[in-house]
Nanobody, 122 residues
């Protein structure tokens, strides 16, 4: 079992930066693939970033590649999402997720945080 709590959301102007954190509980955090998803009103939850247990392999969709960076600190049981060059289209609730394997589909992930709102103004 893994419990996840996100923090760091807020309001930022277009072109700005924001950093999200996800604190996990559970003794096996370091064995999980960790991911970030987002969901805008009226849209499906979409994949944003993920990384393997060691952080040596990362995954991004083209929409955020080069702007977002995912990382993790297994000692602190925390995963991070650094978001730069933010656009109004990045506005959404951002969710942290954990699973034993990577998938771009939100339905495949077992554990979820409660989400944190990110709003990018134009």
């Amino acid at each position: 079992q893994v419990q996840l709590v996100e923090s760091g959301g807020g309001l930022v102007q277009a072109g700005g930066s924001l950093s999200l954190s996800c604190a996990a509980s559970g003794r096996t955090f370091s064995t999980y693939v960790m991911g970030w998803f987002r969901q805008a009103p009226g849209k499906e939850r979409e994949f944003v970033a993920a990384l393997n247990w060691s952080g040596s392999t990362t995954f991004y969709p083209d929409s955020v590649k080069g702007r977002f960076t995912v990382s993790r600190d297994n000692a602190k049981k925390t995963v991070y999402l650094q978001m730069n060059s933010l656009k109004p289209d990045d506005t959404a609730v951002y969710y942290c997720a954990a699973d034993r394997a990577f998938s771009k589909s939100a339905r495949a992930w077992d554990y979820w945080g409660q989400g944190t709102q990110v709003t990018v103004s134009s």
